[in-house]
């Protein structure tokens, strides 16, 4: 019964590889994001879908190529895998965005790029 | 640009002491604040909402308060227990064109209650 569930949790690979994260929410929520928190616990912001569309795109590499098939799942594609792609992604949910939201949390994937 | 500060950076305390965590962010024209909770190798939880027409929100043990004037915001958690050790985050929401929001985070509070 977990609301927002994102795999895999753990993810070790080479530079240069390619890599998806998923995300799914079973909340009904009408918005889905994608934080990274670096090394030194900051939380940004990446991406922000509402209904399948994309509404923020913050300064990311265009390596990283968001999908959302559906309202309820928004995956996260890495190409060329970097080094400092090393962090670790959350996804995230809302039912909307008014000033009342609240954003569920999924449980994060630690990539670690060698 | 928008900063979120949170001090202290760490704080250590015997059970049952009551506590102030502070928030502080440079631009005042906020859509909300939240507090999350975020426990090791897990996701955030959000705790308190207070929206930018509201000045606090209660649950529980928990009273969070907002002065967007003087762009503050503070954690108050009563009667601290060992279970309430874990990283406090503050965010601030931004509103932009086409009327939707992101947070901005502050790098947290490392609260630990020992008992």
């Known amino acids: 019964d977990t609301a927002v569930s994102q795999t895999p949790k753990y993810l070790v690979t080479q530079m240069g590889n390619d890599k998806s994260i998923k995300c799914e929410q079973n909340l009904g929520h009408d918005t889905m994001y994608w934080y990274k928190q670096d090394s030194k616990k900051f939380l940004k912001i990446m991406f922000s879908y509402n209904n399948k569309e994309l509404i923020i795109n913050e300064t990311v590499p265009n390596r990283f190529s968001p999908k959302s098939p559906d309202k309820a799942h928004l995956n996260l594609h890495i190409n060329s895998l970097e080094l400092g792609d090393s962090a670790v992604y959350f996804c995230?949910?809302?039912?909307?965005?008014?000033?009342?939201?609240?954003?569920?949390f999924g449980s994060g994937t630690q990539l670690s790029v060698l | 640009k928008q900063e979120v500060t949170q001090i202290p950076a760490a704080l250590s305390v015997p059970e049952g002491e009551n506590l102030v965590l502070n928030c502080s962010f440079t631009?005042?024209?906020?859509?909300?604040l939240q507090w999350f909770r975020q426990d090791p190798g897990k996701g955030l939880t959000s705790l308190l909402l207070i929206q930018s027409s509201q000045r606090e929100q209660t649950s529980g043990r928990l009273n969070a308060s907002l002065d967007k004037s003087s762009g503050r915001s503070t954690l108050y958690i009563a009667a601290s227990q060992p279970g309430d050790s874990a990283t406090y985050l503050c965010a601030v929401s931004l509103m932009f064109s086409g009327g939707y929001n992101k947070l901005i985070f502050g790098a947290g509070t490392r609260l630990a209650v020992h008992p």
């Open positions: 995230a949910s809302s039912q909307g965005t008014g000033d009342y939201e609240k954003l569920f």
């Open positions: 631009d005042s024209a906020i859509y909300n």
